[in-house]
């Protein structure tokens, strides 16, 4: 993204000396911590005011924080950074931080809006290329979490905000917050770096649902040595953009076409899960994941969910499967992603069973360790997918 060519019209403005200012029409967004932000309007001109709570207004370790933030923050010229356009006095407000504002929404707001897996790249993208515009000018973000990314309502475009100059002691973070921060942030062990940015961003993609194509981004990102990490944003990106997963997808070919008829079986079980209720729940609940990974000779018996010809005729007329809802409802973007990814697999190992095993089991504690926010219910679902997908690829290559 580009820079910003901000206005040369208004005084400088310095930590040291806020300036006396006045708005009009302002209206106090609601928002967490010891900040509070107000929109209002300067002239014909929208800003923000991010000011200090009423019971924190005369602390001043959080005064000097807030001068601290505009101080590394004001020289920051980025499309995708909030513009620090001043530090001024309000009455009824006090020491305020004078900010661009954004007509948007949260990146939390953003991802309940069901975007395509092209556009959380985006966003990605324009997210990594503002940070390594702040690391460039010697700035590190250290709060980077999905609260503080708005996106704005026109275009989808980035803008990180809130950049913290306090320790989490001072901060005090809710767990949510504590969960995209670096382990050396959390327990303050050295002094973080741009990597401690890098881990939020890999987190923020396991939140975005971006944990398969780019399983080995993010565990990369959220490494616990910040030395095992990305050291750069570069480095990030030649992987984010140009790896994206590990496994290479499928040529288009006879291979394929019998993987897509292997596709139609696995819609044909998915839709008998649906309409025939419990009794065949019960059954695939017996499937063992781990059996997936033994040799084809190991496979046990109970591991096979036998369908009767007449079921099949009736699942293939219906020709879907019903879409998951609630918490499941992940798995309706995931099971094409990592139905391909597995493809790729097998296409490379198929004529090496020993070598085709040991992929799998890599892809698998790999996929495991990028989605490992979820709860029991959601990694049985995906366990149970996973492996039925697995055994009908091994049974293809038996025919």
């Known amino acids: 993204m580009s820079e910003n060519n901000l206005s040369t019209n208004e005084p400088a403005q310095t930590a040291d000396a806020p300036v006396k200012a006045s708005y009009t029409e302002y209206k106090v967004i609601p928002s967490q911590g010891y ?10 001109q929208t800003v923000v005011l991010k000011a200090l709570k009423d019971e924190y207004r005369e602390r001043l370790l959080l005064r000097n924080a807030l001068k601290r ?23 009824g407000y006090g ?19 069901q975007h395509t897996d092209d556009e959380k790249v985006a966003v990605i993208n324009q997210i990594a290329d503002a940070l390594r515009y702040a690391h460039q000018q010697g700035v590190n973000h250290r709060n980077l979490k999905p609260s503080n990314v708005l996106v704005t309502k026109q275009g989808d475009y980035v803008k990180i905000i809130d950049f913290s100059v306090l320790s989490p002691e001072d901060m005090k973070p809710t767990a949510d917050a504590t969960r995209f921060m670096a382990p050396e942030l959390k327990d303050e062990t050295m002094t973080a ?7 939020s961003l890999g987190t923020i993609m396991k939140v975005m649902g971006l944990t398969l194509a780019y399983s080995e981004v993010i565990k990369r990102c959220c490494a616990f040595k910040r030395s095992d990490r990305y050291s750069n944003i570069d480095e990030f990106l030649a992987d984010f953009n140009h790896e994206g997963s590990s496994f290479k ?9 019998m993987l897509g008829l292997i596709a139609v079986v696995a819609i044909v ?7 025939y209720g419990s009794a065949l729940v019960e059954q695939v609940g017996k499937i063992d994941v781990s059996s997936v990974f033994k040799s084809d000779a190991e496979t046990a018996l109970e591991d096979t969910v036998k369908v009767s010809p007449v079921e099949q005729t009736d699942s293939v007329a219906a020709g879907f499967e019903a879409p998951a809802t609630g918490k499941l409802a992940f798995m309706n973007t ?8 597995l493809d790729g697999i097998f296409e490379q190992n198929a004529a090496d069973r020993t070598k085709l095993n040991k992929a799998i089991k890599a892809y698998y504690r790999g996929l495991i360790q990028a989605n490992d926010t979820l709860d029991y219910e959601q990694r049985a679902e995906l366990d149970r997918v996973f492996g039925d997908y697995v055994k009908q690829k091994k049974a293809a290559l038996n025919q």
């Open 193 to 199: 770096d741009g990597t401690a940015d890098i881990y």
């Open 35 to 44: 900040c509070m932000i107000v929109k209002c309007r300067k002239g014909d």
């Open 249 to 257: 997808m499928p040529k288009i070919g006879k291979g394929t076409v």
């Open 95 to 113: 020491l305020c931080i004078e900010e661009e504002y954004v007509e948007g929404r949260t990146l939390q707001a953003y991802l309940k809006e």
């Open 334 to 341: 995931m099971k094409p992603a990592l139905y391909k990814e």
């Open 69 to 91: 933030e505009f101080k590394q923050c004001q020289r920051l010229n980025h499309s995708g950074i909030v513009r620090y356009q001043g530090l001024v006095e309000v009455d």
């Open 269 to 275: 079980i998915g839709a008998l899960i649906y309409n």
